[in-house]
């Protein structure tokens, strides 16, 4: 109660049967399809794959990035965007797990009110009940200022509360664990198989909530063990693992997950605790929603910043020439940076691993089309940066700011080249 009150769990009897059917026939149909897929992520420099198979299906043009990998989503349908899916069933499991997110969001803003409204009533009863005369007037004009507040910041918690539980997309997985030759056995309280090691999420809204619907193939050769003398958690069932951050004094908790079963991990309680995925026996799927922050992580975000970098270069009416606008080390340091994050974040990780997404869609094919002539356009940019700074009429000391800011891009944009072509 005092170390996960933040972790709730419903059991799958409280979600409607109707969105059970949808969303486990979708979880079917990708992994019929064949859209599960080992990311490639790099850990301290090395690349490994990841023992559970993924796949990113969201709000069009957004993307998530854990362990130095970008995923970009297959789009959910929705009516202001055109996309194709390769087949009909691609398309329904994608509808399907968007309705799961809409109903996702709901169950989490309720339990968050529900939170909130447990939170007061105990700063209520603990106003009560400390009668120390010296607080007392203290206490009663903080309680009368609270209520008289209150009205006023509900629009404002209002905003907040969405900002923090509108899921932008969710991480699908998928593992059957009798295929893999070697788990790591969990190292602090002896819970056994991870198929997820102990870890925060990465690259979310601050504060915001996650959202986890889990279905194991069970069946009947592999049941919960009913036996009393069992200690620990029973093996043949999946089960999602909590523990304070940085404290192994704290007991760590281990949740059996069954079909359908829900857990919301609210608030901070991601930052504030780590989780891991505890292996059973039988294949199990699970879709994970999070708020992505999207701040520079949108489709909009990069080509947006392209057509500033772009504000630089001007063509000559006539000879329809190309120039640059300006050479203050300043704005070329700002389009170099642009360039850098054009081809390392955008471009070279669609084409290292996004590629093989064309099994569920082909709506990203045009977009890195458009970032690929962007990009054709800033690799002019540099050489035109770089026959400015060898003409001597440039003014020293502009000419040396510009060329040691400049300098450092294009080093960082040679290591970087080299790292991805070695993989």
Known sequence: KTKYSKLIFRKSDAVPEELHQMVQESFLALREHNCFFQDLVRIKGKDFLTPVS????????????????????????TGSHDIKYCSPQIHDACKALMRLNDYLHIETVKALQVQNLLDNKQIQDTTVTDRKQSFATSLTEQGSVSEDQSSVCVPEDDRSLKNRTSYN??????????QMLYLKQEPYFGMG???????????LVERSAVAVYSYSC?????????????????????????????DIETPGLAVPLHQGDIYLMLD???????????AGLSPRFSSTHRVADSSRGTLEYILGQCELALQNLQTDSDSMALSLKSLEAAVVKQVEEIHNEVEFEWLRQFWFQGKRYLKCTDWWLK???KLEEF??????MTSLVLSEVRKEQQIEEQRNETISCFLLLLKERQKLRKEWTAR
Request: with cysteine.
């Open 268 to 278: 901070d309680l991601n930052m504030t605790h780590q989780h891991c995925v505890l």
């Open 54 to 77: 993924r796949i990113l299906v969201g709000n069009p043009g957004c993307t998530y990035k854990y362990l130095n990998t970008r995923l970009f989503t297959v789009p959910w349908p």
């Open 367 to 369: 977009p890195m089309a």
């Open 193 to 203: 198989n991870m198929a997820v090691s102990w870890h925060h999420d990465e690259n």
């Open 218 to 246: 069970e069946d009947s050769s592999v049941q919960e063990s009913n036996e009393q003398e069992l200690k620990g958690r029973d093996p043949a069932v999946w089960h999602v693992g909590l523990k304070v951050a940085w």
């Open 169 to 178: 997309l969710t991480l699908l997985n998928y593992m059957d664990p009798l």
């Open 375 to 380: 990009w054709r356009k800033l690799e002019i």
